[in-house]
Nanobody, 119 residues
Framework: QVQLVESGGGLVQAGGSLRLSCAASGRTFSIYAMGWFRQAPGKDRELVSTISWSRDNTVYADSVKGRFTISRDNAKNTVTLQMNGLKPEDTAVYYC????????????WGQGTQVNVSS
């Protein structure tokens, strides 16, 4: 009942920057938090960052702290991920996600956008 569409992926050199965006539609009034996950080739999907919709609380994976910044625009139903100082290990498919309460799993998923960081 919530649809998510990611954009902004691409190819960048190590040390460069990218900005990912996610647009939510449907029952957006039910969203409690949104976030970004990523999955590298041969690896499990991992959390990158999350942000709550009402209190602006944020969570970052240790691997991206100080380099990535998550933000939101409630009126536009969008969330963005500013990615600076990119490393080859950041190469992955990045997925936007959302959940309805603090105690539910992230349950709505976008189709993903590819990020490739060259050495």
């Amino acid at each position: 009942q919530v649809q998510l569409v990611e954009s902004g992926g691409g190819l960048v050199q190590a040390g460069g920057s990218l900005r990912l965006s996610c647009a939510a539609s449907g029952r957006t009034f039910s969203i409690y938090a949104m976030g970004w996950f990523r999955q590298a080739p041969g690896k499990d999907r991992e959390l990158v960052s999350t942000i709550s919709w009402s209190r602006d609380n944020t969570v970052y994976a240790d691997s991206v702290k100080g380099r990535f910044t998550i933000s939101r625009d409630n009126a536009k139903n969008t969330v963005t991920l500013q990615m600076n100082g990119l490393k080859p290990e950041d190469t992955a498919v990045y997925y936007c996600s959302a959940k309805r309460t603090a105690f539910r799993q992230f349950e709505y998923w976008g189709q993903g956008t590819q990020v490739n960081v060259s050495s």
